[in-house]
């Protein structure tokens, strides 16, 4: 059974930093390219950067370069997302969950076919 646990959100003011952490149960997690998604209110799920499985390759939103840092580790079976000079516009919910492939269309499913309850992530001006 696959288990994706986010934590680490908050509240915090515009300009601050937050660290999520994603750990994994259920599948092997070292054969997976993973990403963190995030769903602001009224919005579509988008992914905001991934990571592959081995090389540590990484991919990032347009709006969150030079901000966000993703990083994994195999042996933890986890995924973190370092998040710094936080804006407004960064409010959402975020998830973590396996790199989605563009055949699937949106967000909305995961090959995993499981998605976490995901960490509240609150930027106040």
């Known amino acids: 059974q696959v288990q994706l646990v986010e934590s680490g959100g908050g509240l915090v003011h515009a300009g601050g930093s937050l660290n999520l952490t994603c750990t994994t149960s259920?599948?092997?997690?070292?054969?997976?390219?993973m990403g963190w998604y995030r769903q602001a209110i009224g919005k579509e799920r988008e992914r905001v950067a991934s990571i592959t499985a081995t090389s540590g390759s990484t991919t990032y939103l347009d709006s969150v370069k030079g901000r966000f840092t993703i990083s994994r580790d195999n042996v933890k079976n986890a995924v973190y997302l370092q998040m710094n000079n936080l804006k407004p516009e960064d409010t959402a919910v975020y998830y973590c969950?396996?790199?989605?492939?563009?055949?699937?269309?949106?967000?909305?499913?995961?090959?995993?076919?499981?998605w976490g309850q995901g960490t509240q992530v609150t930027v106040s001006p």
């Open positions: 259920g599948f092997l997690f070292s054969d997976w390219g």
């Open positions: 969950n396996a790199v989605i492939p563009p055949f699937y269309g949106d967000y909305s499913r995961s090959p995993l076919g499981s």
